[in-house]
């Protein structure tokens, strides 16, 4: 049974640009949430995905947007890159509001 | 505000020298703590979960016990391998807090040296 996966592992974009991260979540799964980790700090909650719909949002701004897809995939876009968006992404999943397994992560550089 | 901190920031101990973590948390009703491990680079692999006060779960070396304001994560005899960033979290289930986030401390860094 695979676990929650991520792609790509790396990923160098410059300012300005736009990025897409990918998370497959784990079999059974229904729900996706998005967290942002900068180095030294814990997780941050971007928002949740259920049903195909952004159910809950964190304090980020509008340049942070999803997508859930019919098979419970997800996608994680960031529009107008910014150095402070360099940071380990984490893609969680869960069956609704349950026990939420992590990710590898996606590493942002933003240069 | 629902807020979770953690202390101490980081932890040396040497093989064998048994320690706790601490993680305090204010939270509109808890709806469940969790403990996660974390190796650098990858993402939070599962501990535990606690839902009560007075619970307490173990596993291997480790234990973690709840009270109504703050969790401890027990190491007894730890070993190098058990060298990793220590994460808590909580979910919240009062009214305005919304449902299946996780609001996480900012970890400790425990290092085991032989």
């Known amino acids: 049974d695979a676990g929650v996966t991520q792609s790509p592992t790396h990923l160098i974009k410059t300012r300005g640009q736009q990025v897409t991260l990918r998370c497959s979540p784990k079999?059974?799964?229904?729900?996706v949430s998005w967290y942002q980790q900068a180095l030294g700090q814990g997780p941050q909650f971007i928002f949740q995905y259920y049903e195909e719909e952004e159910r809950q949002r964190g304090n980020f701004p509008d340049r942070f947007s999803g997508h859930q897809f019919p098979n419970y995939s997800s996608e994680l876009n960031v529009n107008a890159l910014l150095l402070g968006d360099s940071a380990l992404y984490l893609c969680?999943?869960?069956?609704?509001?349950?026990?939420?397994?992590f990710g590898p992560g996606t590493r942002l550089t933003v240069l | 505000e629902d807020q979770v901190t953690q202390s101490p920031e980081a932890l040396r101990l040497q093989e064998g020298e048994s320690s706790s973590l601490n993680c305090s948390y204010t939270v509109s009703g808890l709806r469940g703590l969790f403990w996660y491990r974390q190796d650098p680079g990858k993402g939070p692999e599962f501990l535990f979960t606690l839902y009560s006060a007075g619970e307490e779960k173990e596993k291997e070396r480790l234990k973690a016990t709840l009270t109504k304001k703050e969790s401890f994560l027990h190491i007894t005899a730890p070993k190098p391998e058990d060298s990793a960033t220590y994460l808590c979290?909580?979910?919240?289930?009062?009214?305005?807090?919304?449902?299946?986030?996780?609001?996480f401390g900012r970890g400790t860094q425990l290092t085991v040296w032989p």
């Open positions: 969680a999943s869960s069956l609704g509001g349950g026990r939420q397994f």
């Open positions: 079999s059974g799964h229904d729900t």
């Open positions: 979290a909580v979910q919240a289930s009062g009214r305005g807090s919304t449902l299946g986030r996780l609001y």
